[in-house]
């Protein structure tokens, strides 16, 4: 795969408040906290639409617009692919519920929110982008699958594409046998070329399930990688907050890993080939 | 890493080495052909499930006695059954395991769509909770049968495949979008062949859901009707095994040429009053396939026979092809697939290029005076060389694909 560059990261876990804030804790400077994932409200959204928003549609659009943001594009820009292991885990509760009950009829809105696609329907109403949008699902391995997809899009289609992963748990009785232990959403925009906005180069590459999958410190924030599919990012995303180059493997199929070589901005660029100019390291 | 976008090589076209599809119009090929040629529908009055509202549904028969069993046991559900009839339906099994020789297991993608995966078994499981606890039965596997992914693991297990594998699921335009996905993968050399298609099966979450809505036909649907009332829900599976086109593929080869998707960013259950969302996809498989509207011969509408569905699609198609092109929606034939719409309707392209015909759309009486493309009521025999067929889901997901007959 062709290498593609971070212009741009959003992040919302528990006691992960933001790409900015978190950074210090991926890079073991600062302890790292849990704390019940704060989603924000989703200012995006026209009030009606707030008010009823889901949870995957809230911490979607949260990550999403931090790392817009970031990357300097407009809302309208970048292409989309939303990758998750299942769809909003109350709403299919609330569903299941019903139509096991007597009375089975069920409410329009929950039934269009039960989609996987929902939060990909939101962030197009939200940001009146009518750029394609893709959602996907891969179980454990959605944030790799997600990531492979967005990338192979930036650079075949030549634009931005944006790849929102996220995943929250799922109530009892469907948590008993799909637990997923936080709520998590991580969002890159990803480019075909530097920009002047670039945070580091990703080279993808599959490899086999031989290779050892990276982990993360401390063993709390590796509990939330193993625990939360979109947390497979972990590593990844603590090889863009660190200075130095790195390698990462990252969990995909059972037959297969995802493997990431992370040269972050000031390596990444040729000379001169950013348009900002830094002092030199 | 000097030179930042390195080049690539063509998307377009890839070739159909093999294609499945069965509906309640018939399992495989030749059945399809036949069932689209006579017009025959294949939509009848719904039982299933005990549904209480007055419906017709293409049900396909004989899904309830076929379970999976030995390895295949964990996935049994309704839409992995169906994908299990479909895949060893026309050879395909054959066709994969001739590819897999020859790039290697690991070369040859899964990219499938569903919308409804297993859901009906958790339908099922809620309902045998235990009293007390309200734990689901320990024979419910929720990986294998509802989880989104279940349908890819399903089939790469099936065809003893190990490459690169994912599930779109972007609602009703899932199994056209897989499409799109397949030519950049192997554009981007990730793998050298893909199946792509996928599946979707009957389930009260759907049949309550679109009645939620009050979206749902009490008749057949009768898409671009001027008496039209919605939809009639259906369930079907179609696989295409697509690669690079080479000397193996013959004159009447099936050709991926164009793909073009968008989102309507309008809302979640209703397409864009004008139609801006379709026409951008439109738009974008045309230019994808490097063609002009007027060289499409015959356009497959996403047409669900809602009222506001189909004069939305009208306007797009006719703002960007006129009146001179054939169109109409085969969902009077086996019903609205849902997410798998997409690889059905491409495979009723297919069939109608090399077999020479234009399917009619069953159930249309009298076509709606208000919309203004040129829609095709009766089928008739014809030479077609490509075609545009368009898939349009909830949340706003656009699809449209262009496809061509190789001469």
Request: net charge negative; charged share 20%.
């Amino acid at each position: 795969m062709n290498p593609v560059y971070v212009e741009g990261i959003g992040l919302c876990g528990p006691g992960l408040d933001g790409w900015a804030a978190s950074q210090p804790v991926l890079i073991g400077m600062k302890d790292y906290v849990p704390a019940p994932t704060r989603v924000q409200p989703a200012s995006l959204l026209p009030p009606n639409e707030r008010r009823r928003a889901i949870q995957t549609v809230k911490l979607a659009l949260a990550v999403g617009a931090e790392a817009l943001a970031a990357a300097r594009l407009d809302l309208t820009e970048s292409a989309t692919v939303f990758a998750s292991s299942g769809g909003d885990g109350e709403t299919i509760h609330q569903i299941m519920s019903v139509l096991a009950s007597s009375d089975r009829e069920l409410s329009p809105t929950r039934f269009h929110n039960s989609v996987h696609n929902t939060p990909a329907g939101y962030w197009g109403i939200a940001t009146a982008a009518r750029t394609p949008s893709t959602s996907l699902g891969c179980y454990d391995g959605s944030f790799a699958a997600g990531l492979i997809e967005a990338a192979v899009q930036a650079t075949v289609e030549v634009r931005p594409v944006m790849l929102i992963a996220y995943d929250v748990p799922y109530p009892a009785p469907l948590g008993d046998l799909r637990p997923i232990s936080a709520a998590f959403a991580v969002a890159l925009v990803l480019s075909p070329k530097p920009t002047a906005a670039t945070l580091a180069c990703l080279k993808p590459c599959l490899h086999s399930a031989t290779d050892v999958v990276s982990r993360v410190v401390p063993s709390s924030l590796e509990a939330l990688r193993c625990g939360t599919p979109a947390a497979r990012s972990l590593p990844l995303l603590a090889a863009l907050a660190c200075e130095g180059d790195s390698f990462v493997v990252i969990d995909y199929l059972d037959n297969m890993t995802l493997a990431l070589d992370v040269t972050p901005r000031l390596r990444a660029l040729p000379p001169n080939g950013g348009r900002q100019e830094r002092s030199s390291a | 890493m000097s030179s930042a976008v390195q080049s690539l090589p063509a998307t377009m076209p890839l070739a159909f080495s093999d294609f499945t599809v069965v509906t309640s119009l018939g399992r495989g090929r030749d059945n399809t052909v036949v069932a689209l040629r006579e017009g025959r529908s294949a939509l009848a009055s719904c039982t299933f499930d005990n549904f209480p509202f007055p419906t017709y549904v293409g049900e396909i028969a004989g899904l309830d006695a076929a379970p999976l069993r030995g390895e295949l046991a964990g996935f049994d559900c309704r839409n992995n059954r169906l994908a299990a009839i479909t895949l060893r339906e026309d050879n395909f099994v054959e066709s994969v395991a001739v590819a897999r020789q020859r790039y290697g297991a690991a070369r040859i993608g899964v990219f499938v769509g569903t919308s409804t995966s297993g859901l009906l078994q958790t339908e099922a499981a809620y309902r045998r909770r235990e009293p007390i606890t309200g734990r689901l039965p320990p024979d419910f596997d929720y990986p294998r049968t509802h989880n989104t992914y279940s349908l890819a693991r399903f089939v790469r297990e099936v065809l003893d495949l190990a490459g690169p594998a994912f599930v779109v699921s972007t609602a009703c335009a899932a199994t056209a979008k897989v499409f799109a996905t397949a030519a950049r993968m192997i554009a981007a050399d990730v793998c050298d062949a893909a199946v792509v298609g996928g599946a979707d099966t009957l389930c009260a979450t759907t049949l309550y859901g679109f009645h939620s809505l009050g979206v749902m036909s009490e008749e057949p649907c009768r898409p671009y009707d001027s008496e039209r009332c919605g939809i009639s829900l259906g369930e079907a599976a179609g696989f295409v095994l697509l690669e690079r086109p080479d000397h193996r593929h013959g004159a009447d080869t099936i050709l991926l040429l164009g793909y073009g998707e968008s989102s309507d960013a309008y809302h979640m259950s209703s397409p864009h009053p004008e139609g801006l969302g379709a026409r951008i996809a439109l738009e974008a498989a045309l230019a994808s396939a490097g063609i002009k509207p007027d060289a499409i011969d015959y356009i497959n509408l996403h047409g669900t026979a809602t009222s506001v569905g189909d004069s939305t699609e009208d306007r797009a198609v006719f703002d960007v092809f006129g009146a001179a092109t054939p169109c109409n929606s085969t969902k009077g034939f086996a019903g609205h697939t849902l997410g798998a719409s997409g690889v059905v309707e491409a495979a009723f392209c297919a069939l109608a290029m090399r077999n020479g015909f234009l399917p009619g759309s069953p159930h249309t009486r009298s076509v709606d005076p208000r919309l203004k493309s040129r829609y095709v009521r009766e089928g008739y025999p014809v030479h077609i060389e490509r075609v545009v067929s368009n898939s349009f889901g909830f949340g706003g997901a656009n699809c449209s694909i262009v496809l061509g007959i190789a001469t």
